[in-house]
């Protein structure tokens, strides 16, 4: 008996969205949130058997590693490789009254059904949300710097630009134009005189 016979049967209407994206990648996920609270008085720590408990953590750790982040397959062959037992183990394990799989429910990930578990979408949403909120800081960040460095080389190495260097419309300009011409570059002084000529050229 699979371990996708312990998983209650859904019409294909009733197979929810994982809410995260396959190609949603979190390289830097080295750590997981854990409330250890919220653990310790789950019914599955306080019903399952101490074999059970142990791979259900295993679970929600390896589904860090999935695409999406925060999935398992389906496949209970790929389930007890991915715990490290035996196809037979893994059975048993879900055979029992409270199993490795409680409270994982399947999901469709574009169009492929996956197992998703609410507490580990809860926690792999977080980090989606803060890797984009540090992406967001970090460009915010970049730019800062960028136009700092664009007005500082305006006022003291340009002639006459100390005026261009007051007006935030041009200062951002000549941003766009070495973004454009140089993506991902530094704005030295030179790029800053480049861009200024042709901007300055442009009718």
Not at 99 to 124: K, M
Not at 167 to 173: F, M, S, T, Y
Request: aromatic content about 6%.
């Amino acid at each position: 008996m699979g371990a996708a016979h312990h998983l209650k049967p859904v019409s294909a209407g009733e197979v929810p969205v994982y809410p995260i994206e396959a190609g949603e990648r979190l390289e830097s996920h080295y750590f997981v949130e854990f409330h250890y609270q919220r653990w310790l008085t789950s019914d599955t720590r306080l019903l399952a058997d101490l074999e059970v408990r142990a791979v259900f953590l295993d679970l929600i750790y390896l589904a860090q590693t999935q695409s999406p982040v925060g999935t398992l397959p389906t496949n209970p062959k790929l389930l007890a490789k991915l715990v490290g037992v035996s196809q037979e183990v893994f059975d048993s394990l879900c055979q029992r009254e409270i199993g490795p799989l409680h409270n994982w429910s399947l999901c469709l990930c574009d169009g492929v059904q996956r197992l998703h578990h609410p507490v580990v979408t809860e926690i792999a949403l977080k980090a989606v949300g803060s890797k984009k909120r540090n992406a967001a800081k970090n460009a915010d960040d970049r730019m800062r710097k960028r136009l700092g460095t664009i007005r500082e080389n305006l006022v003291s190495r340009i002639a006459g630009g100390r005026q261009v260097a007051a007006n935030d419309e041009w200062v951002n300009r000549l941003s766009d134009w070495i973004e454009d011409a140089y993506p991902g570059g530094s704005a030295t002084e030179k790029r800053i005189k480049e861009a200024w000529e042709a901007l300055s050229a442009q009718p």
